[in-house]
Nanobody
Framework: QVQLAESGGGSVQSGGSLKLSCAAF????????MGWFRQAPGKEREGLAAIDRDGRTSYADFVKGRFTISQDYTKKMLYLQMNSLKPEDTALYYC?????????????????????WGQGTQVTVPS
């Protein structure tokens, strides 16, 4: 059973960068669809980016060109490089994984399709 743990959050000035990491424990040989989500207080959890079993990536329009998702299978790590951060990026950020063998597909942004979640890491961009 996969367990996920995020790190790398913090407070950064507007326009700055952060790189989030997600360690996957209990990884099996099956590849996973994995994604990054965030949730701000009083708002719905929203999908930011996903990386599919074949390495294809998907992004929400509001992060395209600013955020980059990547994965290191050897180290069992998932990353989210975030550049040009804005105050509206302030939220709790989560990594998530679908069931083994499941593809991301067109609904990669739907958080209910993911079955494994980390505890979250806070990102704050003061206005």
């Amino acid at each position: 059973q996969v367990q996920l743990a995020e790190s790398g959050g913090g407070s950064v000035q507007s326009g700055g960068s952060l790189k989030l990491s997600c360690a996957a424990f209990g990884y099996t040989s099956a590849s996973y669809c994995m994604g990054w989500f965030r949730q701000a207080p009083g708002k719905e959890r929203e999908g930011l980016a996903a990386i599919d079993r074949d390495g294809r990536t998907s992004y929400a329009d509001f992060v395209k060109g600013r955020f980059t998702i990547s994965q290191d299978y050897t180290k069992k790590m998932l990353y989210l490089q975030m550049n040009s951060l804005k105050p509206e990026d302030t939220a709790l950020y989560y990594c998530a994984a679908r069931n083994p063998g499941a593809w991301c597909s067109k609904d990669w942004h739907v958080w209910r399709e993911y079955t494994r979640w980390g505890q979250g890491t806070q990102v704050t961009v003061p206005s």
